[in-house]
């Protein structure tokens, strides 16, 4: 079951979904330089994967601001 978040909740797991692909960005660089290729595309998924999460979750924080104070989201 999902859990209706608030606007500021939604900012929050954009947040941490932004730190989270940081982590793992700096983990796949770390591993290309190790010449270790596929561990270095793993955790460039990874980042990718946290990356989307991170702007579906600032879309809805858009949203929800501009839903409470009543203007429309833009197109």
């Known amino acids: 079951m999902t859990k209706m978040l608030t606007g500021t909740e939604h ?3 954009a947040a941490e ?3 989270q692909a ?3 960005h700096r983990q796949a ?7 270790d290729y596929a561990h270095a595309a793993h955790e460039a998924l990874i980042a990718h994967g946290h990356t989307q999460q991170a702007v579906r979750h600032g879309n809805e924080a858009t949203k929800y ?3 409470q104070h009543g203007k429309a989201p833009p197109q």
């Open 11 to 13: 900012h929050t797991a």
């Open 17 to 19: 979904h932004h730190e």
């Open 22 to 24: 940081a982590s793992h």
């Open 29 to 35: 660089s770390k591993h290309y330089a190790e010449k």
């Open 65 to 67: 601001h501009l839903e």
